[in-house]
């Protein structure tokens, strides 16, 4: 029976003669097809043999062909609408790059570019020679490095400097940002001896000092990006553990997360760690993501004092984690940004965002919710709300930002339907469901048209 549904499945050769093939054939080559055609019959057959029907007919077959080759070829990065309000969303691509950036990358992307010569000597330079002079000026640190991300950071950090070695973290900073970057396995996978110390609600200097043994290489402080430990609490400043560590020969470093640049305090936010100000503090090597409230590309900064960079950018591991042309081309031109100060809060995306005024966040709700009243009819309840925008990607975690929202509700059909619809637009729209209603909020847009759906699905569509 089993071998009988197995003999009806056709050859390779069979299913290439279709003419509706012929199209694949004349625009990609034969081997694409034939490994599409491959990879379906190859499927087919393991769903007989686990005992599913399968429909053997030509033209079953070559559906499932034109699918898998449908799949393959159609572009799998899409441009999305962010309408979440989350400016730092880790899903959907984190900080959007500034003009400047995106022009840098352009160049870098299409030319030979000076990534590692130097000019003046015409030989063999070094890349980080394009960041590393503006993170100094704009932290106030010795020496800085570049690479892959902020987890790449932290582990060439460790590696390097505490290798075979502990490393004294607080109990109440052994952090998971984001699934998969904990901060006891990074220590592990470093090549480090986690010692922890305190509790995970109080840390006190003591339970340092009496930590320190002989192969104590460092004291990690992590900043709690992504949550805060509220109620009968102390921990440890990084001005205490400095002193801790220069009696006792420790360097300390700190894992900041985000690396934000400029002082927010007059926007209203303070909980966010300045990189100048753990610097100033002592700390002898501070790690950062690029692509946080930084508003570069993906990367990871590590910045602080020279011999311990210097050793850094020796480590073997550090060309594993190093970043390309085209990273350090964007990050070179998002710094330059922070050299003009007045310019920096309109033209950097992320600070946009961040710092946006709530008045022409409600100008561009209006007129968006006027466009989608047209577009969805009567028999949706469009309003304009208050709402509240979240970070994102760990970055001031408990600071939620007063936004304005289009929310959508409608009698019958469900919200998760509503989000679907939103989401299956050309570019796809992400808005979140919230308390009832789905929410598109406007801090993150800034053309009311890219939330109108093109179309209501055919469904939906009025009788005419
Ligand atoms: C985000 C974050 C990381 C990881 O940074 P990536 O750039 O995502 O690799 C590490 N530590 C802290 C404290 C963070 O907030």
Do not use: W
Not at 92 to 98: D, P, Q, S, T, V
Not at 317 to 343: G, H, N, S
């Amino acid at each position: 029976m089993l071998k009988t549904l197995l003999r009806e499945i056709p050859s390779v050769d069979e299913v290439m003669r279709s003419d509706r093939l012929n199209q694949y054939l004349i625009l990609y080559s034969k081997d694409l097809v034939a490994h599409s055609v491959r990879h379906v019959l190859g499927e087919i057959r393991n769903d007989i043999i686990v005992g599913k029907r399968f429909d053997t007919s030509a033209e079953n077959i070559e559906i499932f062909v034109k699918k898998y080759l449908e799949n393959i070829l159609k572009p799998s990065i899409k441009k999305m609408v962010n309408a979440t309000g989350v400016i730092l969303h880790s899903n959907i691509g984190r900080a959007l790059l500034c003009e400047e950036a995106a022009d840098a990358v352009r160049t870098a992307a299409f030319n030979s570019v000076n990534l590692e010569f130097d000019m003046e000597k015409g030989e063999r330079g070094d890349r980080n020679s394009h960041i590393e002079a503006l993170v100094c000026y704009l932290t106030g640190a010795e020496a800085a490095t570049i690479v892959n991300n902020n987890a790449a950071a932290v582990l060439l950090t460790l590696n390097t400097l505490a290798e075979g070695k502990e490393v004294i973290v607080s109990r109440g900073e052994l952090i998971e940002i984001g699934g998969s970057f904990r901060i006891p396995d990074v220590i592990n996978k470093s090549g480090c001896k986690l010692v922890e110390v305190g509790t995970t609600n109080r840390t006190r200097p003591e339970d340092y000092i009496s930590a320190i043994s002989n192969i104590t290489a460092l004291i990690l402080k992590a900043h709690t990006s992504n949550y805060k430990v509220v109620g009968f609490t102390s921990s440890v400043s990084l001005k205490d553990l400095v002193i801790i560590g220069s009696k006792n020969n420790i360097p300390v470093i700190e894992d900041l997360g985000s690396g934000l640049l400029v002082d927010l305090s007059p926007y209203g936010f303070s909980s966010e760690p300045v990189v100048r100000d753990s610097l100033k503090n002592g700390a002898d090597i501070v790690t950062f993501s690029g692509d946080k409230l930084l508003g570069g590309p993906q990367s990871g900064i590590i910045a602080g004092k020279k011999e311990y960079v210097h050793q850094i950018n020796k480590n073997p591991l550090k060309r594993a984690l190093r970043v390309d042309k085209l990273t350090i081309a964007a990050m070179e031109a998002t710094l330059k940004l922070y050299l003009q100060p007045d310019k920096l809060y309109k033209k950097l995306p992320t600070l946009r965002f961040l710092t946006r005024p709530i008045n022409e966040i409600e100008a561009v709700a209006k007129v968006a919710a006027g466009l989608l009243k047209k577009r969805l009819g009567h028999y949706y309840v469009v309003k304009v709300e208050n709402g509240s925008s979240a970070i994102g990607s760990g970055s001031l975690p408990l600071e939620s930002v007063p936004t304005k929202v289009v929310s959508i509700q409608h009698k019958t059909i469900p919200l998760e339907e509503i989000y679907s619809m939103f989401l299956n637009n050309n570019p796809p729209i992400l808005g979140r469901v919230h308390k009832g209603k789905y929410l598109l909020d406007m801090r993150t847009i800034e053309k009311a048209e890219d939330v109108v759906i093109a179309s209501l699905p055919y469904f939906q569509q009025p009788f005419t």
